[in-house]
């Protein structure tokens, strides 16, 4: 079991930056590849950013390429995601995830989840 907190989530206003960070504890956190996801009100859950379990690989969607940056400590055992340049749609409650295999833009490929830290952007 890998358990999973998300933290750093608020109320920016446009154009503002925030970073998130996600603390694993449990099973060894450099055997997964992570993620961050996030779902907006009456809207699906969609992919944002990975990491492979080195850090070496990274994979982001492209409404957040250029603005948001993941990374990650290992030695922390915490997964990072720098959110810049924020915009109104980028509203929506954001998840890290855990993924034993490669680094996967499919939540599918992601075994476990935390619960979540809610992110408003104010136009």
């Known amino acids: 079991q890998v358990q999973l907190v998300e933290s750093g989530g608020g109320l920016v206003q446009a154009g503002g930056s925030l970073r998130l960070s996600c603390s694993a504890s449990?099973?060894?956190?450099?055997?997964?590849?992570m993620g961050w996801f996030r779902q907006a009100p009456g809207k699906e859950r969609e992919f944002v950013a990975a990491?492979?379990?080195?850090?070496?690989?990274?994979y982001y969607a492209d409404s957040v390429k250029g603005r948001f940056t993941i990374s990650r400590d290992n030695a922390k055992n915490t997964v990072y995601l720098q959110m810049n340049s924020l915009k109104p749609e980028d509203t929506a409650v954001y998840y890290c995830?855990?993924?034993?295999?490669?680094?996967?833009?499919?939540?599918?490929?992601?075994?476990?989840w935390g619960q979540g830290t809610q992110v408003t952007v104010s136009s």
């Open positions: 990491i492979s379990w080195s850090g070496g690989t990274t």
């Open positions: 449990g099973r060894t956190f450099n055997n997964y590849a």
């Open positions: 995830a855990a993924d034993p295999s490669l680094v996967s833009a499919s939540e599918q490929d992601y075994d476990y």
